[in-house]
Structures are given as C-alpha cells and as structure tokens.
C-alpha cells in the first residue's frame, strides 16, 4: 500500500519510522514547513492538492493541525484517496459527520487515528474486560498530561485559531479509553478546567456518569506531568495499565490473583494501525472495527461538550 503524508511534523517522522516496518510504501509528503527535509525517492511537495492528485498515493495520512484534519479529509477522500486522520477527527461532531459522509459518498476507508487501540497490550485488556476477567465494570481512572515547554510553547497547542488546548491533543485518550470500556454515551458530565489566557484548556478534569452508576474519573494537561496510567476497577478486580496510551504493561488483579503482563509494540506502536489500514483496504472494508464512525462521532460529540463546559466556567 502506498502512503501520501499531508504534514510532515513530529508524529509523520514517527509514523514514516513505524512504516519501514511495514511492505508499505512512503510515496508522497506534502509540507509546507518540512518540503526541504522530504528525501528523495519520496516525492516532495509544498502544496497539498498537488499530493492528493497523485495517482501513485493510495492512503493519505493527515497529521497537520486539528483545525485543517477536516479540510483536508475531505479534500483527499474526494480527490479518491483512503484516509487516515490523526485524532482528533474533526473539531465538532458536526465535522465529523461531513467527513463520515465524504468517506461513504467516495466509498473510501477513513479512520481517526486513536492508534491505542490497536496495540497488543491495549487488546488484551479489552478481550480481558469483554470476557469478565474482573466482574461488572464500576469504574475507570485514567490520566494523560504532559507539561509543554512553557519558554517556547507549541503554537498548536495554545493558539485557539489552530484548535489547541489539552482536550483535543491529549484529553481525547482518556475519553476513548472510557468509551471503548463502557461502550455507551454518558448520562452526566462534569468539568473542572484550568484555562490559559488565550482561554483554551491547560487543563481538565473530567467526571462521567454512565446510566448505571458506572463512573468515569478523567484528566487531560498540556501544562503538567502527570501519572499517564489508567485503571479499569470491576467488581471482581482491576486491571492498571501503565502508561495507557501507549500501554505495553499492566497488572490484572483479582481477589484471588494478580498476574503481571508485558506485550511489547512492533517499532513506536504506530506501526499496528498502519497494518490495520492495509488490512482494512485490502479487504475493501470502509470503517475501522475498532474505532468506529459512531465511536468518532459521539467522541467528538462528548467533546463539543466537554469544551464548551470548560471554557464557559471561567467566564
Ligand atoms: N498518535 C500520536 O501519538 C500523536 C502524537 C502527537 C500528535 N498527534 C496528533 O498528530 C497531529 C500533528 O501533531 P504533531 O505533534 O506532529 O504536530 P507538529 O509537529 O507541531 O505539526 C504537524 C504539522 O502541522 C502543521 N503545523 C504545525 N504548526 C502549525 C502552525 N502554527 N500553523 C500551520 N500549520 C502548522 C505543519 O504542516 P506542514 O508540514 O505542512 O508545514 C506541521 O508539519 C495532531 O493532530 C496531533 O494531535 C498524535
């Protein structure tokens, strides 16, 4: 399968890496600040259109700032290029649903790239919990923040015009972990942030309520180091994953037992969605198993809300 990268930052030079594990093919890269670093036999462009029009690329991988992944989607999709989107997919569930409808009106695959879920250790932990390895789930903790250089900040992750904020870059790992675990919308959601003058979270915690009393405890930071493990509490145990996001280790413990495991990722873990897409495409299957168009949509539904609480608070 051959790629095409639109943006050519820090997760395209990973995920290029993560590809030379691959029998993919890097074909194309279309950068605006990067051009002069795209090496030959890869084919270099500064403008955007010129990669979705090239015959060769067969899956567009878009990795540019959040405000552009919808644009920019669309655009390739009906240029007749498969798909994948850095997460998040859009910035509104109103975004989302126009690009769910370019992917199924040009029958081309498009998946959000929450690359998570498709590590080995990851799918354990779903097959566990699936399979009551620790009873009726209560409960999910989880949190992802890092503390950005606060000398020279990343322009997309404070500058609201680039739809920055911790929600979007990293709050979005925790809200998919208690998706993927609880696998329904949450009936109340609560929102405690901290917000930057640019008035776009640093910041946030996150409680969902689900229909059964079942809880989810979230945080997100761009401003703060924080302990990026989550653990799943059900009525017979927990599992804690370390490092959830990227998980390669966690602990289930039970009344009876607590077991330690360790499955290790092919090169950074980007590698195993980038073999999922190919599988998907080969197979001419449009929609991702493991993250769905109605795992995406109501993502960036919960969202939309999540911000719109935030950001009304201080106000
Ligand atoms: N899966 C993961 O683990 C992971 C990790 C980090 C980020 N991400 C996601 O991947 C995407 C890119 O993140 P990144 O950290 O790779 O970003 P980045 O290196 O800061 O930038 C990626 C590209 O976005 C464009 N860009 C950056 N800053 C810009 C600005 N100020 N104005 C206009 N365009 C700008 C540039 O495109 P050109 O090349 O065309 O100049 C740049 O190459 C985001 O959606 C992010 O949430 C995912």
Redesign the pocket.
Known sequence: MNWGF???????RKFEENLAHTDHKLVAI?????YDQIKAPIKAYQNYKDLYADTEVDIVYV????N??CSQTIAALHAGKHVLC???LGTSESEVIQMIEAARANDKFLME?I?TRYLPAYQKVISLVKNGAIGEIQMVHANFGFRMNPEDP???LI?PD?AAGAV??VGIYPLSLAQDIFNQYPQNIQVSAKLSPLNVEDRCAIQLTYGEGQVAQLSCAIDLNSVNDATIIGSEGSITLRDFWKCEQFTLKTTKDSKDFHLPYVSTG?YHEAMACATYIENNIHESSLITFDNSRELARLMDEVILLSRSKEK
């Open positions: 639109t943006g050519y930052g820090r997760i395209a279309a950068s605006r600040s990067g990795n540019t700032t959040h552009d992944h850095e997460k998040p790239a690359w990343k322009e997309r500058n680039l979007w870059d980007l």
